[in-house]
């Protein structure tokens, strides 16, 4: 699989552009610590294909963990307008060209490139590792190269592992509210679907209060999907731990994403594909929701028009400092 590292005197980023232009890695130097969510399947390349009886199950099989661009939809598959779009979109299943690496004044970049097949989207991926701070930047461009405007989402699919999904982790945001997913349920799930409450100080299905901020130990299975909203002009949201000594705070534009999806798989799921072994968190700054692909966005008219040539531009920003340093947003 093709690998291109960037690494720079505070973090060391692999990215994957041959699948779906993967920011698979994001180790903090300092610590040693990589961010990022890794399945426990790893790549299968070089292994037999595995029949997948639909797109969930084929985005499952060669999710590796990471962060992806979901677009032109994210979420459930769906057919809308007279296109079927799969499990979180198209973008994160294609194979991304990459240009060469470059050096510039603030840092280490490379660009990689894709054309969609089910929709005229020309995508853009920038990745930028920077020397003057502990930070990497991921800038998305949309491209509509077709002649009519069309409907679209885009979700960043940023998934946390290592100790950010501790119980020494505590979750901060600059949203307002809290919107818990209406279809998403299970027995570890504290939330009553479709429930509106503040953030982070809400109330479980017993009427008990609940910081959703507080990560719970690990003998207390969650899993939770919801949607944080209520973003100022620049949305935030920042993961610390005090044990490993870090804090992460990622930092994009509300105008062009003014939804973060919040999920938490912790050792809750049983079955196919997290048999309960699995701990993640994904905070996941979206232009959309709720997550039931673009057909879902649509009816609840949170989905973005794209005019004939126009391009949406979309910029997230990760700082890695330690937990003791004043926190900067």
Not at 13 to 27: K, Q, T, W
Not at 51 to 56: G, Q
Not at 83 to 98: D, K, L, R, T
Not at 250 to 276: D, H, K, V
Request: one cysteine or more; a negative charge.
């Amino acid at each position: 699989m093709e690998r291109v590292e960037l690494a720079g005197p505070h973090l060391r980023v692999v990215v994957l552009p041959r699948h779906g232009a993967d920011v698979h890695s994001i180790e903090d130097l300092r610590t040693g610590v990589d961010v990022l969510f890794k399945t426990a399947w790893g790549s299968h390349e070089g292994s037999p294909h595995l029949h997948a009886p639909d797109s969930v199950v084929g985005w499952s099989d060669h999710y590796l963990g990471g962060w992806q661009l979901l677009t032109p939809s994210a979420g459930d598959a769906c057919s809308y307008q007279g296109v079927w779009h799969p499990y979180h979109g198209e973008a994160c299943m294609s194979a991304w060209s990459c240009h060469p690496v470059e050096r510039h004044a603030r840092g280490t970049r490379v660009t990689m490139s894709t054309r969609l097949r089910r929709y005229p989207f020309r995508l853009e991926r920038t990745v930028d590792v920077l020397d003057t701070e502990p930070a990497v930047e991921v800038t998305d461009v949309i491209v509509n190269e077709g002649r009519d405007p069309l409907p679209a989402m885009w979700t960043e699919h940023l998934v946390f592992g290592g100790p950010f999904v501790s119980p020494n982790c505590v979750i901060a945001s600059g949203a307002a509210s809290f919107s818990a997913d209406r279809a998403y349920d299970g027995p570890f799930n504290p939330l009553a679907p479709g429930i509106d409450t503040g953030w982070p100080d809400a109330h479980d299905r017993d009427g008990r209060p609940l910081d959703l901020g507080q990560i719970p130990a690990i003998t207390k299975p969650r899993q939770l999907l919801g949607y944080l909203r209520g973003f100022a002009e620049q949305a935030w949201f920042s993961l610390t731990d005090d044990t490993a000594d870090l804090r992460l705070l990622a930092t994009w534009s509300s105008a062009q994403m003014p939804f973060a999806w919040l999920w938490q798989e912790l050792n809750a799921s049983a079955g196919y594909p997290w048999y309960g072994t699995t701990r993640a968190i994904g905070i996941e700054p979206s232009s959309s929701m709720p997550a039931k692909g673009i057909a879902g966005a649509a009816a609840a008219n949170t989905h973005r028009i794209i005019a004939a040539g126009a391009s949406e531009s979309v910029r997230v920003k990760l700082v890695l400092t330690p937990a003791t340093a004043p926190a900067r947003r």
